[in-house]
């Protein structure tokens, strides 16, 4: 089947006097026809029958007044000036085939659409291709906001982590707190019962020696009481020895007082 477009009425193909396959006159027909639409869609769509084989190979592809006065400056399907160019649709606008093929070619939906709106092309979006772009907005915007729901879930998730890392580390050093403090009060316990235990053991020796004392001074005194019989012994034996002594002494005064001398031999 013969690919044919919204230009293909305007060819010279019912004059066999033309040697174009376009003329002059014939972006004339086209432009009363179809008053809205631009030089560049005109051009496209002159492209686009070529492109498919479409025009008559005997013929040139148009005239030089019509590349000159018309299609000359308009930006084509080749235009970097009309990047949607290569997709305008059959009727010389921007359908639902033309929006799927450009989101096809990595065009995102926001940026066909401001294309679109700069005018450049001078094609419009028909009505599906606009359903089509809010319903993909749509996606879009839920796919969005479905990004963020994770984004902030994923980060209360850290959060709660973090916060509970933080709790378990908090127990840690608290039981480790309270364990040292039992630690240093068990052992400041310790200490004092030593200290007590110590002073008890002072007490006790303190207490021991002066009993010995006692008994060394009682064996001291026992002792000397033993000398001192020794010495009463010595005494009465010195005593004995005394007597005569003392008797001369008595006889002496005896006869002093005019006793009887006998008492001298006593």
Known sequence: MTYTNIASPYTTAGDPNANFNF????????????????????????????????????????????????LQGAPGMYSDQNPLG?????????????????????????DIF??????????MMGDRAMTQYYNDLKVE???????????????????DAERELNRQQDARDDRALRTRLA?????????????????????????????????????????GLKTSGKKRGSGRGTGQLRRPYERSALSITSMAKGNNPSTLNL
């Not at 649709?89 to 939906?109: I, T, V």
């Open 23 to 70: 003329n002059r006159h014939s972006w004339t027909l086209f432009n009363q026809a179809n008053p809205s639409m631009s030089k560049s869609q005109f051009k496209v769509a002159l492209q686009q029958l070529e492109k498919e084989g479409a025009l008559d190979s005997s013929r040139g592809y148009a005239n030089e007044k019509l590349r000159t006065e018309i």
């Open 86 to 110: 290569q997709y305008q649709g059959q009727y010389g606008n921007f359908g639902l085939k033309s929006y799927e093929a450009a989101k096809g070619a990595d065009w995102k939906p926001q």
């Open 114 to 123: 401001d294309e679109i709106q700069s005018g450049r092309s001078g094609m």
């Open 141 to 159: 915007r839920d796919a969005a906001q479905a990004e963020k729901d994770t984004e902030r879930y994923d980060a209360q998730v850290k959060r």
């Open 183 to 223: 630690n240093e009060e068990a052992a400041a316990r310790k200490a004092a019962a030593d200290a007590t235990q110590s002073d008890m053991l002072a007490s006790m020796r303190i207490g021991g020696s002066s009993t010995l004392g006692a008994s060394g001074a009682a064996t001291f005194k026992g002792k």
